[in-house]
């Protein structure tokens, strides 16, 4: 199956191999953008667990993973690049105030000059949450309201919102983002992440394998007609990974390749590669094994 639509290939930026330094960071992002890479994915965590005392803990990170606060990148990176485009991978949202993040958005956006993807997720560390004074247990009834508040400060000049979690009176953004409404996408492959990426995202971001990709597209496509709205107008950008960060097999980059042309042939609008465990070394392994992809897709 096909769209009609470009499809566009991403690279997840690998904040665990990249160093904590501005010059790194804008020559690994600045050959991403001169090789044809279409969109660079920013992943996002506030803080990271110390397992000094926690012997059980198995999650991805800890608190030795560095990572760069993603809105923040992306403000370093906008005048440094031309045509590549932004994406959050994913923002965990319920755990940040919502209109503070609008107005970093619409800052964001406008220094990008349009060129930002907002994914945005409920997150899986508690850890995290309480951190930052936030409330795992409700995540996902405050994901839900963020998304409608979003929406409204990007497109309207004053608001008035009540609802269960916000309440503003007669308040807006100055100055309103480039895109009105900046593109909300919803990361997850969960039951509730693909239910609200059906119902209000305008775009979904999974992590399934290949071999799921025409069944899944297909169930995904069926649950935004149900919910009222046009199929072809909900994208979907799954996420390869080629490292074990997840628990995967390490990929090399035929596989990779291979994975790719399915999610494309079965009419998915892009992916993003995430080359983060992989064994890759520094930026110049990613970009090596990134053009390696390309060659052969």
């Known amino acids: 199956m096909t769209t009609g639509k470009r499809f566009r290939i991403g690279a997840v930026f690998p904040q665990l191999d990249v160093p904590a330094n501005p010059l790194a960071i804008r020559d690994y992002v600045q050959a991403v953008e ?3 890479i279409d969109h660079v994915v920013i992943y996002d965590h506030v803080v990271g667990a110390d397992t000094t005392n926690r012997p059980a803990w198995n999650k991805p990170y800890s608190l030795t993973s560095q990572f760069q606060e993603p809105l923040v990148l992306m403000a370093y ?3 440094l ?5 932004f994406m959050t991978g994913v923002l965990v949202l319920p755990q940040r105030q919502t209109t503070l993040v609008a107005k970093q958005a619409a800052c964001v956006d406008i220094f990008l000059e349009g060129r930002l993807r907002l994914a945005v997720g409920t997150g899986w560390n508690d850890i995290e949450y309480e951190a930052l004074g936030a409330d795992f247990a409700v995540r996902g009834k405050m994901l839900d309201e963020q998304m409608d508040l979003l929406r409204r ?3 309207e000049e004053s608001i008035t919102y009540r609802g269960q979690f916000h309440t503003v009176t007669e308040a807006g953004l100055c100055p309103m983002p480039r895109q009105r409404p900046i593109p909300l996408w919803v990361g997850g492959y969960t039951p509730p992440a693909m239910r609200r990426a059906a119902t209000l995202g305008d775009g979904w971001l999974p992590v399934l394998p290949a071999d799921k990709a025409v069944s899944e597209l297909a169930r995904f496509r069926d649950m935004v007609a149900a919910a009222g709205r046009d199929p072809g107008a909900v994208g979907v950008e799954n996420m390869i990974f080629a490292g074990n960060t997840m628990g995967g097999p390490i990929k090399d980059a035929g596989t990779v390749a ?3 042309a399915a999610w494309r042939d079965a009419g998915a609008d892009g992916i993003g590669i995430h080359t983060m465990g992989a064994g890759l070394g520094g930026p110049d392994g990613h ?3 990134l053009r390696q ?3 052969r897709v």
């Open 34 to 36: 001169a090789m044809g």
């Open 287 to 289: 970009l090596a094994f």
């Open 258 to 260: 291979a994975e790719v």
């Open 293 to 295: 992809v390309l060659n």
């Open 77 to 79: 990176l906008a005048g």
């Open 81 to 85: 690049t031309t045509t590549l485009e």
């Open 153 to 155: 400060f990007w497109t």
